[in-house]
């Protein structure tokens, strides 16, 4: 607006940035095991939860690129679940790798899809076949959380997977690649290492280790 005339001046210059802090995300894996007992899988809706948390927590993909795709876009045999570079945030296709439990869980919702439903229909629809909106499936996650007096948005469950994976000894670039970032750094946030994960690493890891002994304790006499 400056530039077209429409201001004098920039009315947020001299205003500092905040300073983006590294925030991390744990969810205990009992938490996740009962949250993924609660929805209904009697029902569509139930059905749907259940292979869409599973998705979630299997491959940390954003909410609203999950809620997109298509079932074309899924490939059970080579257990992949494709996101376009139309519905991928960073413009760009990507192939997520999935358990095979979880493609259980995608196959057996796709057996209750309506004949009618074409493939321009998204896997992860409402029981009518009408997109499913992220801010209705993040009041769904957090109605399910409140039963288990937690607080838990889809968006945590991305934050869960990548802190989970550098865990679990997966490397940043391939966690990089599957959660679709644009540059490492943006992947270095979502994966901040507590405290107790840098002493850990740093306990097994340390150079000293291999050069000097430990010494061990000598044990006092009793007299």
Same mark, same amino acid.
């Not at 969810?27 to 938490?31: H, L, R």
């Given at each position: 607006m400056v530039?077209? +005339?429409?201001?004098?001046?920039?009315?947020? =210059?001299g205003i500092k940035k905040k300073r983006q802090t590294n925030r991390i995300v744990h !969810?205990?894996?009992?938490?996740l095991s009962q949250l993924l007992e609660l929805p209904d899988k009697s029902t569509? *809706? +139930?059905?749907?939860?259940?292979?869409?948390?599973?998705? *979630?927590?299997?491959? +940390?993909?954003?909410?609203? =690129? %999950?809620?997109?795709? %298509?079932?074309?876009?899924?490939?059970?045999?080579?257990? =992949?679940? !494709? !996101?376009?570079?139309d519905i991928a945030k960073t413009g760009?296709?990507?192939?997520?790798?999935?358990?095979?439990?979880?493609?259980?869980?995608?196959?057996?919702?796709?057996?209750?899809?309506?004949?009618?439903?074409?493939?321009? !229909?998204p896997i992860f629809c409402t029981w009518s076949g009408e997109p499913y909106k992220v801010s209705a499936w993040t009041h769904r996650v957090e109605s399910y959380a409140k039963k288990l007096e937690v607080h838990i948005t889809p968006y945590m469950l991305r934050h869960n997977f990548a802190l989970? *994976?550098?865990?679990?000894?997966?490397?940043?670039?391939?966690?990089?690649?599957?959660? +679709?970032?644009s540059d490492l750094a943006m992947t270095k946030r979502y994966v901040s290492l507590s405290q107790e994960d840098i002493r850990n690493t740093h306990a097994s890891t340390s150079p000293l280790n291999t050069l000097v002994k430990t010494p061990q304790k000598r044990k006092k006499k009793l007299t």
């Open positions: 530039d077209q +005339g429409q201001l004098k001046q920039n009315p947020l =210059e !969810i205990d894996d009992e938490v569509f *809706s +139930g059905l749907r939860d259940y292979a869409l948390l599973m998705t *979630s927590i299997d491959t +940390g993909a954003r909410p609203g =690129e %999950l809620l997109a795709v %298509l079932p074309n876009h899924f490939n059970p045999v080579s257990r =992949e679940l !494709i !996101i376009t570079n760009v296709q990507r192939t997520l790798p999935l358990s095979p439990i979880v493609v259980d869980a995608i196959r057996q919702l796709q057996r209750y899809r309506e004949d009618d439903w074409k493939n321009h !229909i989970k *994976s550098l865990r679990n000894k997966a490397d940043v670039f391939s966690i990089q690649r599957i959660m +679709g970032h």
